[in-house]
Every structure is written in structure tokens, then in C-alpha cells.
T-cell receptor, first 111, second 111 residues
Framework: DGGITQSPKYLFRKEGQNVTLSCEQNLNHDAMYWYRQDPGQGLRLIYYSQIVNDFQKGDIAEGYSVSREKKESFPLTVTSAQKNPTAFYLC??????????FGDGTRLSIL | RKEVEQDPGPFNVPEGATVAFNCTYSNSASQSFFWYRQDCRKEPKLLMSVYSSGNEDGRFTAQLNRASQYISLLIRDSKLSDSATYLCVVRGNTGFQKLVFGTGTRLLVSP
């Protein structure tokens, strides 16, 4: 089945710890995105990548890092510099000029 | 002013009712418009794109009014399964597909 797979579904972070969220797609989409959703708020763009080995900051990139070494994969690292990491993280992908489709998300909480 | 504004609701309607949501956007250069549906604690899923001439998909009708910068979604013959949050999403006129999400309108359909 074609789709976007995010893992893990739930993740807990300790103080001072970096954690990495996985996002893999087999839709052959060029573009991939990371969003954060907080209760009562719209999705906010963290990072995006239009092509392998290239990525751009979104609206709230501070405290996050990404890589795009393969077309299928766009992992997001939440670093210890992100002071309020508790949120629902959503990965999306798209072909040029087509709507984005989302993975089923990762819920990150602080221990 | 938010880039995309929606009434958060909730809209409480009985089964079989017709319900309409509106959404306004501030960027007059916006090019593409979408409605996504998000169930509680799940990822957003594309419901439909919104075309300039208006478009229909079964019980769902979407309209775009560029002059007034608003988008609407009409749901006829509401089903219990329509209960969800409906996100209005707008894409700007940059080459990259940056989407701006509204915070969503919550719909509750009761028996």
C-alpha cells in the first residue's frame, strides 16, 4: 500500500534529550514537510524539503533539525533547545502542485 | 489578523441537517484552496479541493469567492460519521507549496 509512515506513534522526551521522529513515504513524492499541531491551533510548518539533500526552514524551525538524504525519508530531530516540545507532529508529502497528504502523526510528551 | 480564519464552533446539528462553514483568508494572491477533515487525535485528510467555479462531491459542496476572499463548505444530509473538525487550507502564490491552515471548525452530528 502506498502511504506515509510515521514512527513512533508516541514518544517521551527527557530533559536535555534529543529525539528523532521518523517519516517515510513510498508515494514517490518530491516534497516532504513537518508540521506541529498544538491544541486549539492550526498546523504550523517546521521544515520542508522540495528535493533530496535540500531543505528549508518553515515558520517555527528553532529547536528542530532535519535531513533529506533519501527521497523517501525526512526525519525530524527535536533538540534539547526546543523548550516546549509537547505537541502532535505531522509529516506530509506531495507531488508538485498537488495537495499534501499526511502520515498518522507522532505524539511527543515530556517526561 | 490571522491568514486563515474559521469559526471554531462547535456546530451541533441533527442527522439529516444541512450545515455550512465559512472561512476567510487574508492573502489576495492565494492560488489554491482545500478543505481537510480531521478526526479527534488523527491526521488531517483531504476532503476536497476548492475550484473557482465551485465543485461538488456527493453531499459536499465547496465554493470560492475571490472578491470577498472566503471559501465555504456545505454538507447536506449530515451523517453521524461527518462529526469531525474541518480545516480550511490555503496555498499562497509562491513556487513552493506552503499551506496555511485554519484552526478548524468542529462539527457534531447527533442522532
Amino acid at each position: 500500500d502506498g502511504g506515509i509512515t510515521q514512527s513512533p506513534k508516541y514518544l517521551f522526551r527527557k530533559e536535555g534529550q534529543n529525539v528523532t521522529l521518523s517519516c517515510e513515504q513510498n508515494l514517490n513524492h518530491d516534497a516532504m514537510y513537518w508540521y506541529r499541531q498544538d491544541p486549539g491551533q492550526g498546523l504550523r510548518l517546521i521544515y520542508y524539503s522540495q528535493i533530496v539533500n535540500d531543505f528549508q526552514k518553515g515558520d517555527i524551525a528553532e529547536g528542530y533539525s532535519v535531513s533529506r538524504e533519501k527521497k523517501e525519508s525526512f526525519p525530524l530531530t527535536v533538540t534539547s533547545a526546543q523548550k516546549n516540545p509537547t505537541a502532535f507532529y505531522l509529516c506530509a508529502s506531495s507531488s508538485y502542485d498537488q495537495p499534501q497528504h499526511f502520515g498518522d502523526g507522532t505524539r511527543l510528551s515530556i517526561l | 489578523r490571522k491568514e486563515v480564519e474559521q469559526d471554531p464552533g462547535p456546530f451541533n446539528v441533527p442527522e439529516g441537517a444541512t450545515v455550512a462553514f465559512n472561512c476567510t483568508y487574508s492573502n489576495s494572491a492565494s492560488q489554491s484552496f482545500f478543505w481537510y477533515r480531521q478526526d479527534c487525535r488523527k491526521e488531517p485528510k483531504l476532503l476536497m479541493s476548492v475550484y473557482s467555479s465551485g465543485n461538488e462531491d456527493g453531499r459536499f459542496t465547496a465554493q470560492l469567492n475571490r472578491a470577498s476572499q472566503y471559501i465555504s463548505l456545505l454538507i447536506r444530509d449530515s451523517k453521524l460519521s461527518d462529526s469531525a473538525t474541518y480545516l480550511c487550507v490555503v496555498r499562497g502564490n509562491t513556487g513552493f507549496q506552503k499551506l496555511v491552515f485554519g484552526t478548524g471548525t468542529r462539527l457534531l452530528v447527533s442522532p
